[in-house]
């Protein structure tokens, strides 16, 4: 199953709205398959296992990382063509939320003899596809909020000024994040301060995540900024295309019931302070990632997030999920309590 886990994480830039799956097929203590789901509206993991022998298993065990599917999609039912190629048993690490598959898969698999064990590293599959299983659960995708801050909690000076805060190292590691992601979002503020590309940098990597840009007072006119490069598609949420809530501002949970609509599992929140206080008390950001360099950059400076606690009954703790060094710099990965 853990070889299962790493073939599975192999489909990440290609899947899309699908989860990662991977599938490894044993028979007489040896591995005779294994593959994974590569890319959207292709065949599955198990599928592209059993391709392999021929879809000729009788008398394997076949692990796979999430529950095999019941039903005609844009490709075959696995579960019947598991069933077909005779596979005696079978070791499932963990069910599919999706309302179409969650249960059935397993039930067709029981219902036709075959022995299935449910649970194996299930944490860990469930780790792997948690935008998939949180948008399934909620229509909200997973939202990680990246930050780049001084060791006194500032992202910029107060000209707005940010380049650069953390090291070379700590900025390729921001690449390979963003690859992660099916679309990158940030705030109008910081497409005017700083113009960026937001796109993934990183040399035989093709991914491109889709640019979502939160523009409350209709700032972005220009269409030559870097946002509107054709290096990745950009979607622009505004007034005149997005609800507004009781205090007048976009509706920011929409936004994210629409991306989840689209199919987007994963969003990265590269954006400003005000943007990320608003996601925070809208209690929309799932995890944060945040790295720290070894600088001081005084009070003039602008705090990592724009949020006002008058009392410390009120602070919002976060509990480290991850710490490590990346080059100079310290990487938190943290979620609120």
């Not at 040896?30 to 009788?58: C, K, M, P, T, V």
């Not at 590691?173 to 993934?200: C, E, F, W, Y």
């Not at 950001?285 to 400076?301: K, R």
């Amino acid at each position: 199953m853990s070889l299962a886990l790493k073939l599975a994480s192999k489909g990440g830039a290609g899947v899309g709205a699908n989860p990662m799956v991977g599938c490894v097929v044993v028979k007489n203590n040896a591995i005779i398959a294994q593959d994974y789901h590569r890319f959207f509206g292709q065949e599955h993991a198990e599928i592209n296992a059993l391709a392999q022998i021929n879809h000729q298993a009788s008398g394997a065990t076949l692990y796979v990382t999430l529950e095999p599917c019941d039903h005609q999609g844009k490709t075959p039912s696995c579960a019947k063509s598991i069933i077909d190629a005779q596979v005696s048993e079978v070791v499932i690490a963990t069910l599919d939320p999706n309302p179409l598959v969650s249960g059935k898969g397993l039930a067709a698999l029981e219902k036709a003899g075959i022995v299935v064990r449910l649970g194996l590293l299930e944490n860990d599959a469930k780790q792997l596809n948690r935008g998939f299983i949180k948008r399934m659960q909620t229509n909200l995708p997973f939202v990680s909020c990246k930050i780049a801050m001084s060791l006194d909690g500032k992202t910029a000076l107060a000209s707005g000024e940010s380049k650069w805060i953390t090291s070379e190292q700590a900025r390729q590691d921001v690449q390979k994040l963003r690859a992660k992601h099916q679309a990158i979002m940030t705030g109008s503020g910081t497409i005017l301060a700083d113009n960026p590309a937001l796109t993934v940098r990183l040399e035989g990597v093709s991914s491109a995540p889709l640019r979502v840009v939160v523009d409350g007072k209709n700032q972005i006119t220009d269409n030559s900024l870097e946002i509107f490069s054709q290096a990745a598609k950009t979607q622009i949420f505004n007034p005149k295309n997005s609800k507004i809530n009781a205090a007048g501002k976009l509706d920011l949970r929409n936004i994210l019931e629409k991306l989840s609509a689209d199919g987007i599992n994963n969003v990265l929140l590269e954006a400003g302070p005000g943007l990320i206080g608003a996601m925070v008390s809208a209690n929309l950001i799932d995890e944060f990632i945040i790295y720290t360099a070894p600088i001081l950059m005084g009070s003039g400076a602008k705090s990592m997030i724009d949020i006002t606690i008058d009392k410390m009954a009120d602070k919002l703790p976060l509990e480290i999920q991850d710490i490590r060094m990346v080059g100079a710099d310290i990487k938190i990965t943290a979620r609120l309590k």
